[in-house]
């Protein structure tokens, strides 16, 4: 029967049947794994890890990120908090946040508002969020090919090479907030190196028609290849959020440019 169906997801066109998967999974809820091979944000690690759940309807994430140590840093747990307009980031440590703060909040501002310097950190931390490629694949995938069946844990995909327009997909998408400002400065990554506006992935679509599993690399995030593995469609994802006494917001900490990055942020320095 699971044969069955992975040929029904590869008997459609290419283009048709990943743009379909990707709206089909943009409709649902699921859990995630993620792996950032070869990133560079975090000084030497060979791979980090990461967990998730995600409401995609409702922009809705919860995300745990695995630092390794580095130096003096010691290994920890980042947590990450995502809805359309705003994220909330838990870091490895808390001691440099106000007495009773745990999170840090920040709304990523989309830099043709006139943003602050925050800006620069929307790429990094929606590039951990599957979000930010479903709807780019759904919005300005331009071409696709069948690059063969493949059996993973049992279950049967197809998996076919992508060709995404950066600038279709901003262009056509919906997608407001940090999600959009992810997009913009990706586009801004390829251009300043003549690079044009397309990005190659690599997606594995199960026998349900749903982006199942997904390999790609963000220009200008460092992240390295980003493997996402989605699965348990459809589990309930109750919204909880960070309390506002143990929230501060990133304006307020009157950090310098320069200590506004993705590693020092996750890492609470």
């Known amino acids: 029967m699971l044969l069955a169906l992975a040929g029904c997801a590869g008997s459609a066109d290419p283009l048709q049947a990943v743009r379909s998967a990707a709206t089909n ?7 995630s794994t993620l792996a950032l091979k070869g990133a560079q944000l975090f000084g030497e690690t060979p791979t980090i890890v990461g967990r998730g759940e995600f409401s995609f309807p409702k922009g809705l994430g919860y995300e745990g990120l695995q630092l390794p140590s580095h130096g003096r840093r010691a290994a920890g747990t980042a947590y990450l908090v995502f809805l359309p307009a705003r994220v909330w980031i838990r870091p490895v440590s808390s001691a440099a946040l106000p007495t009773g703060d745990l999170w840090i909040s920040t709304r990523l501002t989309d830099p043709q508002s006139g943003g602050a310097p925050t800006q620069a950190v929307a790429l990094v931390l929606e590039g951990t969020n599957p979000q ?20 993973v844990d049992h279950v049967p995909y197809t998996e076919y090479s992508v060709s995404v327009d950066l ?19 990706q586009l801004a990554a390829l251009r300043a190196v003549g690079a044009g506006s397309r990005i190659r992935v ?26 996402i593995g ?23 900490l009157r950090l310098a440019p320069g200590a506004v990055t993705p590693d020092r942020l996750l890492r609470g320095e």
Not at 25 to 31: E, I
């Open 132 to 151: 930010l490629l479903l709807e780019e694949i759904a919005t300005g995938a331009t071409a696709a090919s069948r690059s063969g069946n493949r059996v």
């Open 230 to 252: 989605l699965w348990k469609f459809g589990s309930a994802i109750p919204l909880s959020l960070p309390l506002p006494a143990q929230t501060v917001e990133i304006a307020s």
């Open 25 to 31: 999974t943009l409709a649902l809820t699921a859990q």
């Open 167 to 185: 600038a279709k997909a901003l262009a056509a998408t919906s997608a407001t907030g940090p999600l959009r400002t992810a997009m913009r400065q």
């Open 202 to 227: 690599v997606a594995r679509v199960d026998g349900a028609e749903r982006l199942a599993q997904l390999q790609f690399s963000l220009p200008g995030s460092k992240l390295g290849t980003i493997q």
